[in-house]
């Protein structure tokens, strides 16, 4: 079994001949070292640096869910189909529907994992990119990051982690840094 098979059979993966719930409840996935050290996931590090690796879906999805769970902390219910509405994704509740496809997506990422075939848990707090997720930025969003970072560390925060670069080849991006206006 591949480490992908383990991880669906973890995350209660719903089985390809079963149709996906129509509602889900919506609980907190609280991690005690991202609560000191991650990020609230309607920051603004997540929509600068997070968003390029999530895609828009999913940010939308966890910032809709994570304001939810700060109204409601023991956990809520949502229905998929005004969900996925409410976000600009349609209505549609098939298995490749936008909706179960950003939840995919999410889950991929370990921003929101499953604890059953009808629950959803979502990290409250977001970690620091990691050196492989920043390779997959543009040039410009790693720069600004790779400040970003500087200025923290310069403020004493401590928590955070220096990323190396990466040195392959293969993630230099080839477009132009931008213009000076």
């Known amino acids: 079994m591949s480490i992908l098979d383990q991880q669906a059979e973890s995350t209660h993966a719903q089985p390809e001949h079963e149709a996906p719930p129509s509602s889900l409840i919506i609980r907190p996935w609280w991690d005690p070292d991202l609560a000191v050290a991650g990020f609230d996931p309607r920051s603004a590090y997540v929509e600068r640096y997070w968003l390029g690796v999530l895609g828009p879906s999913v940010v939308f999805l966890l910032r809709r869910l994570s304001r939810g769970l700060e109204e ?25 529907a936008p909706i179960n496809r950003t939840i995919d997506r999410a889950c991929m990422f370990n921003t929101m994992r499953r604890g059953s075939p ?8 977001l970690p620091q990119l990691n050196q492989r997720q920043l390779a997959r930025l543009p ?7 790779e400040r970003w970072l500087s200025e923290q560390q310069a403020a004493g925060v401590r928590h ?13 991006d080839p477009t132009p840094p931008p213009r000076a206006a």
């Open 118 to 125: 009808t629950e959803l848990q979502v990290r409250a707090h």
């Open 72 to 96: 409601h902390p023991s956990g809520f219910q949502i229905t998929l189909a005004d969900t996925s509405r409410a976000i600009g994704l349609g209505g549609g509740l098939g298995r490749q």
């Open 139 to 145: 040039l410009a969003v790693r720069s600004a990051h």
């Open 160 to 172: 955070l982690q220096p990323i190396r670069q990466p040195s392959s080849a293969a993630v230099r």
